[in-house]
């Protein structure tokens, strides 16, 4: 699938509708049916992807080594080297506290993710968009993303 374009990466959802309609290059009464084709074309249809199977337990390890875990070990470490064993200690809790925490964050959003796509998938045709000035029901995986 096709990334995003580069209008989708600068576009604020808060800022006032007629300047996020510039951005996304439309209109409130919808794409024509051509435009909306040629930017399926384009962008590819809206689908959630799933990632590769990985195991929840690499998922977990992952958290230990990201670059802010790095650099808490290495202050850990040289806590150790330092003598003050207690700081030592006080930031590897830190460490296990924020891995277990940002690993629940992410298996949330998993499941999150996968309700969603279950719903749209046992729900064709979901969502009505505009099309000029027609509302055709569209699967959602056919509405177009800019």
Not at 57 to 84: E, N
Request: with cysteine; glycine share 6%; proline share 5%.
């Amino acid at each position: 699938m096709p990334e995003p374009g580069p209008r989708a990466q600068l576009v604020d959802p808060e800022e006032r509708v007629d300047l996020l309609l510039r951005h996304l290059a439309t209109r409130r009464d919808g794409l024509h049916a051509r435009e909306a084709a040629r930017r399926l074309e384009q962008y590819g249809s809206n689908e959630i992807r799933r990632r590769e199977a990985v195991s929840h337990a690499r998922d977990l390890l992952r958290q230990f080594t990201h670059p802010l875990a790095l650099l808490l070990w290495g202050a850990a470490v040289l806590a150790v080297v330092g003598g003050i064993v207690a700081l030592a200690i006080a930031i590897v809790v830190v460490i296990i506290l924020n891995a277990v925490f940002a690993f629940a964050q992410e298996l949330q959003a998993e499941r999150a993710t996968e309700a969603c796509s279950a719903t749209c998938r046992h729900a064709p045709g979901c969502g009505g968009t505009p099309r000029g000035w027609r509302f055709p029901r569209l699967s959602s995986f056919r509405v177009t993303c800019c």
